[in-house]
C-alpha cells in the first residue's frame, strides 16, 4: 500500500476526499501523524498528501521488506523499516531523524500498529506510543496531525474479508476522507507530547469521520 503502483489506484476503489488547515508553504523536514486502522489507509493518506506536492517517506512495518520486488522498491523510494518490538526499532527514529535534517517530509503512525478488532466502523485512535513524541523533540520539526476515516470500508478483518473487500472495493467506493490539521510544536516532555499528537491527531480525525457521514465506533 506504499509503493506508488498502489497510490496511483486508490482514486478507483474509493472516493477521496481532503481537507486541510494548512495556511502556509511547510517547511523542509516536517513530520506528518496519522491514525492507523486499515491496510488500505497508507495509500489512501498518500494520495491525499499527493494532492499537495507532499510525498514523505513512511516508517513501515520491516516486514512489508521481505515482500519480492516490493522491499527494493520501499528502499528506492526512501522509506523507513520500523523492526518493531526489538532492540532496533529506534534505529528507525534515527533514520527518520536523519530524513527530516535532509529536508524529506517523514509519515509516521502514532499507534504503531493496527487495531485488533475486526469490524468496519470508524474508532478513535487508539493510545500513541512515543516515537512521533521522540522524533520530534530530536529532531525539532513541525508536526502535522492527519485524521483520516473510510478506508476500513475498503480493507478490514480476518485476510479473506480484506481481499473481498479490496476486489469489491471498485464497485461500491467508499467514502474515503483525509484531513489535515494545523502544524503545532509538540512539547519536549514526551509524555506531554505524546498526549498532545494524540489529541491534535483524535481532533482530526473527528474531522474526517463527519466528512464520511459514519458514526464513530464507541
Known amino acids: 500500500m506504499l509503493s506508488r503502483a498502489a497510490i496511483n489506484l486508490t482514486p478507483f476503489f474509493g472516493r477521496l476526499t481532503v481537507t ?32 499537495f506536492d507532499l510525498e514523505p517517506v513512511v516508517m513501515a512495518t520491516a516486514g512489508l521488506w521481505r515482500i519480492p520486488l516490493l522491499g527494493r522498491a520501499l528502499t528506492r523510494e526512501g522509506h523507513i523499516p520500523v523492526q518493531r518490538r526489538t532492540a532496533r526499532a529506534a534505529l528507525a527514529l534515527d533514520a527518520a531523524a536523519e530524513a527530516l535534517a535532509g529536508g524529506r517530509h517523514v509519515l509516521l503512525y502514532g499507534e504503531g500498529g493496527l487495531p485488533r478488532r475486526r469490524d468496519a466502523a470508524c474508532a478513535p485512535p487508539e493510545p500513541f506510543r512515543t516515537g512521533p513524541a521522540r522524533l520530534a523533540r530530536a529532531s525539532g520539526a513541525l508536526v502535522v496531525p492527519v485524521g483520516h476515516a473510510g478506508a476500513r470500508r475498503i480493507a478490514s478483518g480476518s485476510a479473506a474479508k480484506q481481499l473481498a473487500g479490496t476486489l469489491t472495493a471498485p464497485v461500491r467506493r467508499p467514502r474515503c476522507h483525509v484531513h489535515l490539521g494545523a502544524p503545532l510544536r509538540l512539547p519536549r516532555e514526551v509524555d506531554n507530547a505524546t498526549a498532545a499528537a494524540r489529541l491534535a491527531v483524535t481532533a482530526a480525525w473527528r474531522t474526517a469521520v463527519r466528512a464520511v457521514g459514519e458514526q464513530p465506533h464507541p
Open 20 to 51: 486541510s488547515e494548512l495556511r502556509l508553504r511547510l517547511p523542509a523536514g516536517t513530520i506528518f501523524v496519522a491514525n492507523h486502522d486499515s491496510m488500505a489507509d497508507p495509500a489512501v493518506v498518500m494520495a491525499a498528501l499527493r494532492r
